[in-house]
């Protein structure tokens, strides 16, 4: 089944300690992204990357590391969490190296960090 | 930088009215302009893309139109259903910039 799985769905953790979100897709996409949903203020995207070892800032990256050593791996990083990055994160894919195509979510990771 | 804003934030309907969500965009190098739904708990799903070759498209009950000079788009639902309620995200994203920019969503409620 075509898909995109994020790792894990829940989590609650404490200020500072280092926490990494996995993202996959068995789908060979290009494109994929990182985005956080916060009430009021829609999706936001933190960091994108077009190809293999090619990633760049999206509109919130501040407190966010990514890395794309492999097409289909796209974790997301925190490396210092801050109550502040408490948020819903979607992982997305698209075919093509660009925004330009239809993205693929996944489920969704619900962070609570305090 | 670039921005989408969206309205309405909330809106509500009977069953079997029109709906209309308006966006706007900043960056005149737009190009590609998605609308996303998002039912509650779940992830967002495409469901209609125009480029900015076109001026509408329709799918069924739903239908975009693109203004390129006044940089607006809009989502239209016609016929609603209560299935139709859900959280209405646009989105635009530019050729040279390869980031895809939400609004802020539109919470539809369709009153049986």
């Given at each position: 089944e075509a898909q995109v799985t994020q790792n894990p769905r829940y989590l609650i953790t404490v200020t500072g300690k280092k926490l990494t979100v996995t993202c996959s897709q068995n789908m060979n996409h290009e494109y994929m992204s990182w985005y956080r949903q916060d009430p009021g203020l829609g999706l936001r995207q933190i960091y994108y990357s077009m190809n293999v070892e090619v990633t760049d800032k999206g509109d919130v990256?501040?407190?966010?590391k990514v890395s794309r050593k492999e097409k289909r791996n796209f974790p997301l990083i925190l490396e210092s969490p801050s109550p502040n990055q408490t948020s819903l994160y979607f992982c997305a894919s698209s075919l093509l190296g660009s925004a330009s195509y239809e993205q693929y979510f996944g489920p969704g990771t619900r962070l609570t960090v305090t | 930088g670039e921005n989408v804003e969206q309205h309405p934030?909330?809106?509500?309907?009977?069953?079997?009215?029109?709906?209309?969500?308006?966006?706007?965009?900043?960056?005149?190098?737009?190009?590609?302009?998605?609308?996303?739904?998002?039912?509650?708990?779940?992830?967002?799903?495409?469901?209609?893309?125009?480029?900015?070759?076109?001026?509408?498209?329709?799918?069924?009950?739903?239908?975009v139109?693109?203004?390129?000079?006044?940089?607006?788009?809009?989502?239209?639902?016609?016929?609603?259903?209560?299935?139709?309620?859900?959280?209405?995200?646009?989105?635009?994203?530019?050729?040279?910039?390869?980031?895809?920019?939400?609004?802020?969503?539109?919470?539809?409620?369709?009153?049986?």
């Open positions: 990256p501040e407190g966010y | 934030s909330t809106l509500s309907v009977q069953e079997g009215d029109s709906a209309v969500i308006k966006c706007t965009y900043s960056d005149s190098a737009s190009n590609y302009f998605p609308w996303y739904k998002q039912e509650l708990g779940k992830r967002p799903q495409l469901i209609i893309d125009i480029r900015s070759n076109v001026g509408e498209k329709k799918d069924q009950r739903i239908a139109t693109l203004n390129k000079t006044a940089k607006h788009f809009s989502l239209h639902i016609t016929e609603t259903q209560p299935e139709d309620s859900a959280v209405y995200f646009c989105a635009a994203s530019s050729y040279n910039t390869d980031k895809l920019i939400f609004g802020t969503g539109t919470r539809l409620q369709v009153f049986p």
